[in-house]
């Protein structure tokens, strides 16, 4: 005999990749003291249980007035395959209407594949005192028709790091013949939170701590020129006073 159990989950979020910005369907490893999350089959990590709430799971239609209050949690993912850097992140919990999926995006580790059509940045981010590679600073690539970024990426421990431009054009080649890319002058710039070197080997960043805080005069930074043009790649040492 069949029996159906129903409950309700306290939340939900995906992992998207920072290129394409398509779901992550990879298996990852999601970690998150004392909360029970596991994915479903649309790669979608689903919050089921946390510490206090497990009688919200039976409340299907939530009084205001006992109802817990929305909570942020902390979790860590890292991917097994290296395809991904790892990174923390910060979640909401416990909506009181039907949660909507909360999107952490995950950036691109060297070793990951590229498309042909693509423009790819190999960057490596250096301390221009000593030549040593700056972990987790986290790199931006603008061109001169709008401020906002094109691509968005991060150096892995080493200070190494890979950043991809999609949607780039090509135009009827001069020659009448074929087709020619178009080029597009673009600047990279690279922020470095200083506070990462007193950090123990093991730990992650967060890096929507210096995304959404770009303007903080503690972070050191630095800029490069490049060109972009689909298909192309280009490797930029981009060396940053600290």
């Known amino acids: 005999m069949n029996e159906n159990v129903d409950r309700r989950v306290l939340g939900a979020f995906a992992f998207v990749d920072a290129i394409t910005n398509g779901v992550i369907e990879v298996p990852l490893e999601v970690q998150c003291a004392d909360w029970t999350i596991r994915p479903n089959r649309r790669a ?131 020659s009448g013949t074929g087709y020619a890319a178009v080029t597009t002058s673009a600047t990279v710039r690279a922020w470095y939170d200083p506070a990462f070197a007193s950090q123990p080997a093991a730990w992650v960043p967060d890096p929507d701590d210096v995304l959404t805080n770009l303007t903080n005069t503690t972070l050191h930074s630095a800029t490069q020129t490049t060109s972009l043009a689909p298909g192309s790649a280009a490797t930029l040492r981009i060396p940053i006073a600290i």
């Open 44 to 174: 979608v990590y689903v919050i089921f249980d946390g510490p206090g709430m497990s009688a919200a799971t039976a409340e299907f239609v939530p009084i205001a007035s006992s109802w817990p209050a929305s909570v942020q949690m902390e979790i860590s993912v890292s991917d097994p395959s290296g395809a991904y850097l790892p990174r923390r992140a910060q979640i909401k919990g416990i909506p009181a209407q039907a949660p909507t999926v909360q999107n952490v995006t995950l950036f691109p580790s060297p070793a990951s594949g590229t498309a042909p059509n693509w423009f790819i940045l190999y960057a490596s981010v250096q301390n221009s005192a000593t030549s040593s590679g700056l972990p987790w600073t986290v790199l931006q690539i603008t061109t001169a028709a709008s401020t906002t970024p094109v691509a968005t990426g991060m150096s892995d421990a080493r200070g190494e790091a890979l950043l991809a431009v999609t949607g780039l054009k090509a135009q009827i080649a001069t």
